[in-house]
């Protein structure tokens, strides 16, 4: 598991680190090297919450180039011109969405075409490292923690989901503040025996 921070700027000024692990390190590896893309760019696509607008972030700021965030929810004509816009300057273009373009109903047959000839990429619901990292990062930030021992516990039980694991993570922050300690493996019990109930 690598964390990838200022000064490679995967943040974009945000703050915001991108743990890479092999659930997401063919992306990033594939931005990093933007230089051997088709000529139509790439298309990024994963679940929710899983990094797609920070690698778009950080491929505009640390690449030049040109990102549309969320391509899947644009209006046809509105796309077709911003990609023409990009290729026309120059700029290697880099769409992000939850689906590929074959779920969009792409009604415009030239920016069908367009979609079509572009590389496709995906990023994977978390692995265990990647669950671990976020775990671990997300409690840094809110001002808890945990013990090794409790990470490894919550990582064999959460839901393999991005979107799982931030909804645990500000249910056992908010606990353990109000206990004044870390999360650790009495309130990580407990919350699984009640999972259902606080949808985590």
Do not use: C
Not at 17 to 22: A, Q, R
Not at 26 to 37: F, K, Q, R, T, V
Not at 146 to 157: H, M, P
């Amino acid at each position: 598991m690598r964390q990838i921070a200022l000064p490679l700027d995967w943040s974009a000024g945000s703050g915001t680190e991108l743990i890479v692990t092999p659930a997401n390190e063919g992306a990033a590896g594939l931005i990093e090297n933007h230089s051997y893309w088709p000529q139509g760019g790439v298309i990024l696509t994963g679940p929710p919450r899983s990094g797609k607008s920070l690698m778009a972030a950080h491929f505009e700021v640390s690449h030049s180039g040109t990102a549309i965030d969320d391509a899947d929810q644009w209006e046809n004509e509105a796309l077709f011109h911003a990609w023409n816009a990009a290729k026309g300057a120059g700029k290697p273009l880099l769409l992000t969405a939850r689906t590929p373009p074959g779920e969009w109903g792409t009604a415009l047959p030239d920016l069908r075409s367009r979609l079509a000839a572009m590389q496709l990429t995906q990023l994977a619901e978390p692995d265990d490292a990647m669950l671990e990292g976020l775990l671990r990062l997300h409690l840094a930030r809110a001002g808890t923690g945990a013990t090794d021992e409790t990470l490894s516990y919550i990582v064999k039980r959460i839901d393999r989901s991005y979107a799982a694991t931030e909804r645990f993570v500000r249910e056992a922050n908010a606990r353990a503040l109000e206990q004044g300690g870390p999360v650790g493996m009495k309130l990580a019990r407990n919350l699984f025996e009640h999972q259902d109930e606080l949808d985590i």
